[in-house]
C-alpha cells in the first residue's frame, strides 16, 4: 500500500486563488496540514524562501514546493487520478484539458480583472457598464461551453477540474451581485440570456467542499473597504 503523501497547504481563506486548492485537496480526499499567511501583513522572510513571490498558495507535497493555483491543482489531479479529470494519455483526456482550460481561461483574463475594476469605479453607472461586459462575456464565452453540462462540465455527474478552478470566481461574482457590490440585474440578465450557466452555477453553489471554506461575509466586507477608500481619494 503508498504511503500517503506529506502536503502542507501555505493558504488564506480569503483568496480566491487558495480556494482552488482547498477545493481539489477536498475532492481527492487527500489529507493535509494548514499553514495560514497572512495577507494583510508583510509576508516573512520564512515564508519567503517557500515562496519568493509572496503569494498564496504554495503547497509543499513531499518536500517538493509547487506554487500558483492553477498548477497546483493540475498536479493533484494528476497526481491522483479521479473524477476531477481524465487521464492525459488519452485523446479523451487531452481533448478534456483543452477544453477545460479554455474555460478556466475566461474568468481569469476577462471576468476577473473586470471584478477587480469594480474596485476603482467612482459611480454606480461605471458598476453597471462592468456589469453588462460581464453578462456579454459569459454568453458569448461560457455559456456555449455549457451547452452539455449535466450537471456538471462536460456532462459530468460530479465536479471536474474546470469547476476546481473556476468555482472560487463564480462564488464571489454571485455574492458581490446579491449583496450590491454588482447589481442584481447581473443575475436576472444572466438567468435569461445564459440558462446553461445560470444552472451550472446553481449545481456549483450546491457542492459542500466547494463553499465549505468561503466566507462571503470577509468577502464583501474586503471588497467594500476597497471600493469607500479608492471613492474617498479620488472624489
Request: charged share 20%; aromatic share 8%; hydrophobic share 40%.
Amino acid at each position: 500500500m503508498a504511503l500517503s503523501p506529506k502536503i502542507i497547504l501555505y493558504t488564506s481563506h480569503q483568496s480566491l486563488y487558495a480556494h482552488r486548492v482547498h477545493i481539489a485537496l477536498a475532492e481527492l480526499g487527500l489529507d493535509y496540514e494548514e499553514v495560514a499567511i497572512d495577507l494583510d501583513v508583510p509576508r516573512t522572510d520564512a515564508y519567503l524562501k517557500i515562496n519568493p513571490r509572496g503569494k498564496v498558495p504554495s503547497l509543499s507535497y513531499n518536500g517538493q514546493v509547487i506554487i500558483e493555483s492553477a498548477i497546483i491543482a493540475q498536479f493533484l489531479a494528476d497526481a491522483h487520478p479521479s473524477h476531477l479529470v481524465l487521464p492525459s494519455g488519452s485523446e479523451r483526456g487531452a481533448l478534456q484539458r483543452a477544453r477545460i482550460n479554455g474555460f478556466a481561461d475566461v474568468y481569469v483574463t476577462q471576468l476577473l480583472p473586470l471584478l477587480y475594476d469594480v474596485v476603482s469605479t467612482k459611480t454606480n453607472d461605471e458598476v453597471e457598464i462592468i456589469a453588462g461586459s460581464m453578462v456579454q462575456i459569459i454568453v458569448k464565452e461560457l455559456e456555449p461551453l455549457l451547452i452539455d453540462c449535466g450537471p456538471y462540465f462536460g456532462g459530468s455527474e460530479k465536479i471536474t477540474l474546470a469547476e476546481v478552478l473556476t468555482a472560487s470566481i463564480v462564488l464571489r461574482l454571485y455574492t458581490s451581485a446579491n449583496c450590491g457590490i454588482l447589481p442584481k440585474s447581473l443575475i436576472d440578465d444572466l438567468s435569461v440570456q445564459a440558462p446553461n450557466f445560470s444552472r451550472w452555477v446553481k449545481a456549483v453553489q450546491k457542492v459542500p467542499n466547494i463553499c465549505d471554506i468561503y466566507d462571503e461575509s470577509v468577502w464583501v466586507t474586503k471588497i467594500s473597504e476597497k471600493i469607500a477608500q479608492y471613492r474617498s481619494t479620488s472624489s
